[in-house]
Antibody, heavy 118, light 107 residues
Framework: QVHLQESGPGLVKPSETLTLICTVPDASIESFFWHWIRQPAGKGLEWIGRVYPRGSANRNPSLKSRVTMSLDTSKSQFSLTLTSVTAADTAMYYC????????????WGQGTLVTVSS | DIQMTQSPSSLSASVGDRVTITCRAS??????LIWYQQRPGKAPKFLIY???SLESGVPSRFTGRGSGTDFTLTISSLQPEDFATYYCQQSYTTPRTFGQGTKVEIK
């Protein structure tokens, strides 16, 4: 079992930048693709994007201009930065591992709740 | 983007019932279809990949079928722990997209 752990500020003011970190417990960060997904309260899952071991990334076009993702193999962490947040960005944010090309997200963090409010 | 449409949005069933959830993709995704289960307050749990392959540890009462654009998830005999919301997701291309979810409730 791979235990992913999200960390972040919990509360962010409108128009500010949100940064979340996901810690991977071992060196497997270099062997898989890593994803961010979010879920507003009572709603469905929205894919934010994924980052590759060599630092490339794919982003949801609906968020693309505001999203940056990166991967730090030395720390076994990957990160999500979302700029110019609004109340619509309030959600539970999950990090997850893609278990193989096209295989799906086989390990998830427990999620971190982000609230955008002044 | 590939749109994923699940039906029904919710259903009520009893322990022991057989239930089937449908997921339709807006274009051919071959068998790049994933199913997840999400219990309240928890992260989604990976159930099925490749449309029909059961993840290790997932009970055999869960069955996935389909290819192309039409897929189903069947629970052969509903157990108390199966009352949850189920999501399909295509892993054919990016952006990855999810269905809107099907909530399975106790009748």
């Amino acid at each position: 079992q791979v235990h992913l752990q999200e960390s972040g500020p919990g509360l962010v003011k409108p128009s500010e930048t949100l940064t979340l970190i996901c810690t991977v417990p071992d060196a497997s960060i270099e062997s898989f693709f890593w994803h961010w997904i979010r879920q507003p309260a009572g709603k469905g899952l929205e894919w934010i994007g994924r980052v590759y071991p060599r630092g490339s990334a794919n982003r949801n076009p609906s968020l693309k201009s505001r999203v940056t993702m990166s991967l730090d193999t030395s720390k076994s962490q990957f990160s999500l930065t979302l700029t110019s947040v609004t109340a619509a960005d309030t959600a539970m944010y999950y990090c997850a591992r893609e278990g193989g090309a096209g295989r799906g997200l086989d390990h998830w963090g427990q999620g971190t709740l982000v609230t955008v409010s002044s | 983007d590939i749109q994923m449409t699940q039906s029904p949005s919710s259903l009520s069933a009893s322990v022991g019932d057989r239930v089937t959830i449908t997921c339709r993709a807006s274009q051919n995704i071959t068998t790049y279809l994933i199913w997840y289960q999400q219990r309240p307050g928890k992260a989604p749990k990976f159930l099925i990949y490749g449309a029909s392959s059961l993840e290790s540890g997932v009970p055999s009462r869960f069955t996935g079928r389909g290819s192309g654009t039409d897929f189903t998830l069947t629970i052969s005999s509903l157990q108390p722990e199966d009352f949850a919301t189920y999501y399909c997701q295509q892993s054919y291309t990016t952006p990855r997209t999810f269905g809107q979810g099907t909530k399975v409730e106790i009748k």
